[in-house]
């Protein structure tokens, strides 16, 4: 599965023979390559620097395994490690209250107005009603993306085009979620292309008024380093339940996936697979550490 990493471990170990047991100038060998392989998949450099201290320590109290040489035994370890590192088993959806409220944040670009629509019709899937509305105030275009996206999957979009105030959208959206018997409404707010604190506080407010069971923090797979510091922002400002990780089908490794984990501890819950409303799925944890390990 993670062959490439193993390969590439293997000839660095090479010269070290093939001893069945990692002993510490080995193991620091291979921990090089694969803080590498985790660098070049665009993991935090400090999400890293942790993971590698972790490796260290399980490497190094790890029992020989008969017959898998080191370079497999530590590229086994690493695995497993990170698939716990990315939350284990996959995360479903809370909603607890009916009706329940999913408010979407992120920086604008993410995708986020695409997965409103793509969670929407996800959730109608199973048989719910749902109800999507859109609290960018700043783009009308946004609005309109919106409202074309529910058309194309039969879901009603709720808007109030010429209100300037985004919290008083979302509370009569939730009004109109209650009166009419919906059973969750999908909250896509505004998103700029830099953290911005008025952008947060507005969040954060949406988020007093709805009172949401799930927030989840939109962010594109291919966002790199810069990843870390805006799961952060947005995490410290207005708070999060869960993550959906999108434009996997790029060729990003997913690195992201480790970093905004890291760094928020809240669960990855959907990925994003391509532009399509059909392109998204339950995030598995197992499937993006091999990912990511290359
Ligand atoms: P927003 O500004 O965060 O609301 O982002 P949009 O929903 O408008 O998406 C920005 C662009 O990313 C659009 O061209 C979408 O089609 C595209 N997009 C969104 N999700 C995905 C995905 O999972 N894969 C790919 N390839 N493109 C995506």
């Not at 620097?49 to 370079?71: H, Q, T, Y």
């Not at 993306?145 to 105030?165: A, C, M, R, S, T």
């Amino acid at each position: 599965m993670f062959d490439a990493l193993a390969e590439r471990i293997q000839s660095t170990l090479e010269k070290f023979g093939r001893k069945g047991r990692i002993d510490k100038e080995t193991l620091e060998k291979g921990l090089r390559e694969i803080k590498l392989a985790l660098l070049e998949a665009d993991v935090n450099y400090k999400v890293v620097s942790n993971f590698i201290s972790d490796i260290r320590e399980k490497a190094l109290g790890a029992e020989v395994v008969k017959g898998v040489n080191p370079a497999q035994q530590l590229v086994k370890i690493v695995h497993d490690e990170l698939v716990e590192a990315l939350g284990g088993e996959e995360a479903k959806l809370n909603l607890k209250n009916k009706p329940a409220v999913i408010l979407l944040i992120g920086l604008q670009g993410s995708g986020k107005t695409t997965t409103a629509a793509k969670l929407a019709n996800f959730l109608k899937k199973q048989g719910k009603k749902v109800l999507l509305t859109s609290a960018d105030v700043y783009r009308p275009a946004a609005m309109l993306q919106l409202k074309k996206l529910g058309e194309k999957i039969g879901v009603p979009v709720f808007l109030e085009e010429n209100e300037k105030d985004a919290v008083k959208i979302s509370k009569d959206a939730l009004k109109k979620t209650r009166d009419e018997n919906y059973d969750v409404l999908i909250i896509d707010t505004a998103g700029r292309l830099h953290i911005d604190e008025e952008l947060l506080e507005e969040a954060r407010r949406i988020r007093e008024e709805t009172n949401p069971d799930e927030v989840l923090f939109v962010i594109d797979a291919m966002t790199g380093q810069e990843a870390v510091n805006i799961a952060k922002a947005f995490n410290d400002a207005v708070g999060m339940t869960g993550i959906i990780l999108t434009k996997m089908d790029s060729d990003s490794r997913g690195g992201v996936a480790l970093s905004v984990k890291g760094v928020t501890g809240k669960p990855i819950k959907f990925a994003g697979t391509g532009e399509k409303i059909e392109d998204f799925e339950q995030f598995y944890p197992d499937r993006v550490a091999s990912r990511i390990l290359g």
